[in-house]
């Protein structure tokens, strides 16, 4: 079964500084994807940034980047330029596969809850 | 484009009851899946819809079922309502056959059980 780890419980931020959000996995699964959501207090999940196991390079979508390192399991966020609004619970999730071709669940980890200071 | 939505937003029930959420998926998606997040916890699985069938479980028992229609809006049905059962319920709604399959999910349902 897929795992996924997050370390952090909770991190403070300073405005406008980057914070790297930690994520580990384990899957013995050759093709696989991660993605990173971000919940605010209203519940709503709200996809990030993904990569997928076979992406050469590290993806990055804005603000956020994610730094891929496969041999060690890992699929840290970056997210630079903090700002208040980026004050979030931050998922990070694996993609796996349910029955063929046709559909994948997420597995997610506990989160990190980022709170960015002014 | 339209987003996910869900409703209600809000419901309060006591155990033993029985509940309906909805869900309404992103246009152009064809594949539904429900998860049950409790307090200070990452959600979990419960199932997936796909054609109007269900396409996977998780760990969740048989009082917990679905349906998905043919415009692919979607409900979670539970019956038996348990304490436990208090969490916020998201739907995401993904399009099956882009490699990716990114999972796009609506605001949620806040459910408490007394």
């Known amino acids: 079964a897929q795992k996924i780890t997050q370390t952090q419980p909770g991190m403070f931020v300073q405005e406008k500084e980057a914070v790297t959000l930690d994520c580990t996995y384990d899957t013995s699964d050759q093709s696989y994807g991660l993605f990173w959501y971000k919940q605010p207090s209203s519940g709503e999940m709200i996809f990030l940034i993904y990569?997928?196991?076979?992406?050469?390079q590290n993806a990055t979508e804005g603000r956020y980047s994610l730094n891929f390192q496969k041999a060690r399991k890992s699929a840290n966020l970056v997210i630079s330029a903090s700002q208040l609004g980026d004050s979030a619970m931050y998922f990070c999730a694996m993609r796996e596969v349910l029955n063929g071709a046709a559909g994948n669940k997420l597995t997610f980890g506990g989160g990190t809850r980022v709170l960015v200071k002014p | 484009e339209t987003g996910v939505t869900q409703s209600p937003t809000h419901l309060i029930k006591t155990r033993g009851q029985q509940v309906t959420l909805r869900c309404s998926s992103q246009?152009?998606?064809?594949?539904v899946s429900w998860y049950q997040q409790a307090l200070g916890q990452g959600p979990q699985f419960i199932f997936q819809?796909?054609?109007?069938?269900?396409?996977g479980r998780g760990n969740f028992p048989p009082r917990f079922s679905g349906l998905q229609f043919p415009n692919y809006s979607s409900e979670l049905n539970v019956n038996a309502l348990e304490l436990d059962d208090s969490a916020l319920y998201l739907c995401?709604?993904?399009?099956?056959?882009?490699?990716?399959?990114?999972?796009?999910f609506g605001p949620g349902t806040r459910l408490l059980v007394l």
């Open positions: 990569q997928g196991s076979y992406d050469e």
């Open positions: 819809y796909y054609r109007e069938e269900e396409n």
């Open positions: 995401a709604s993904s399009y099956a056959g882009d490699g990716r399959e990114t999972q796009y």
């Open positions: 246009s152009g998606h064809n594949t």
